[in-house]
């Protein structure tokens, strides 16, 4: 029974905050012509009233289908859904702005967003040598016959996939300063957001600050899975 109960807390602590950033955003999709300029029409106008117009403003692809409103510091773009770059909903100008505050951290030689970059791809790299270790381990256990050496591949293997919840955890600083002290500011001098909206921008910039977090958590169910694999006999 307390096993049970653990493992509901548990899925509860990694499955609401998603569960919660997915609500929030789809909540505001709708009307989808709210506003009279799409997400990537705002991005472009508030990317070119601050002097970035190298900066670019693409709309993700089917080729890159699952992939996430982002910024890429390397390319210098802004990149957003379809239903965000087309869209004139309060979520789509309010991503847009988001992403935006990320263009202007990197402008501005934002430390965090350069080490969350570096980390980042340190992390994938990290990830894809976790992935090969695990996979080698049953060559070594069972073919090779050195149990010790492949239980330590699959800890070294477990330990680099779980690399990624940590990296996560420490952009959200990151996030919160491209949401509250770039993108709302913006977004409020530049009079864009009706009245109204305000109060519901903010809650969709503090989604778009926990994306990173949430996916991160879910990054623990993989973790607690290894975890659990580790402790069988």
Known sequence: MIWLLLIASFALMVFLPQWWVKQVLKRYETPADRYPGTGGELARHLLNQLGLEAVAVERIGEQAKGAGDHYDPSARAVRLSPQHFDGASLTAVTVAAHEVGHAIQHADGYQPLIWRTQLVSWMQKLQKVGLILIALMPVVLVALRLPRAGLVL????????????????????????????????????????????????KKILTAASLTYVAASLLGLVNFWWWLRILRLP
């Open 154 to 201: 699959l800890v070294m293997g477990v330990a680099a996939l779980a690399s990624g919840v940590v990296v996560h955890l420490l952009t959200l600083p990151t996030e919160l300063d491209a949401s509250f002290r770039r993108a709302l500011p913006l977004l409020k001098k530049g009079r864009y957001l009706k009245p109204e909206d305000e109060s519901h921008a």
